[in-house]
């Protein structure tokens, strides 16, 4: 079992920028999961954001956050990081955290066993 708690959500105008964290805490080390960032808008279903392998030596983003967002991990500190720069009034979601035992990275949420309980950005224009 796992649980992620993230913070470092907020309001920002567009053209900003966010760093995002996601804290384990597990019986497991923290390197046995993939992580993954996801978000969801008012009316809107879930997304895929960017993921990242149990190593960190793989890594995936959406194409619509590909050269603003970086995602990072510190196994160290049990903690995963999204830095959102050059951010839009459309990344305005709730961001959740997710971790999937196993180690390979996957962009469907199903595929992931644990979420945490959201933060919300909010982009003004």
């Known amino acids: 079992q796992v649980q992620l708690v993230e913070s470092g959500g907020g309001l920002v105008q567009a053209g900003g920028s966010l760093r995002l964290s996601c804290t384990a805490a597990s019986g497991r080390t923290f390197s046995s999961y993939a992580m993954g960032w996801f978000r969801q808008a008012p009316g809107k279903e879930r997304e895929f954001v960017a993921g990242?392998?149990?190593?960190?030596?793989?890594?995936s983003y959406t194409d619509s956050v590909k050269g603003r967002f970086t995602i990072s991990r510190d196994n160290a500190k049990n903690t995963m990081y999204l830095q959102m720069n050059s951010l839009k009034p459309e990344d305005t979601a709730v961001y959740y955290c997710a971790a999937r035992l196993g180690g390979g990275l996957n962009t469907q949420g199903g595929r992931y066993d644990y979420w945490g309980q959201g933060t919300q950005v909010t982009v003004s224009s």
């Open positions: 990242i392998s149990w190593s960190g030596g793989s890594i």
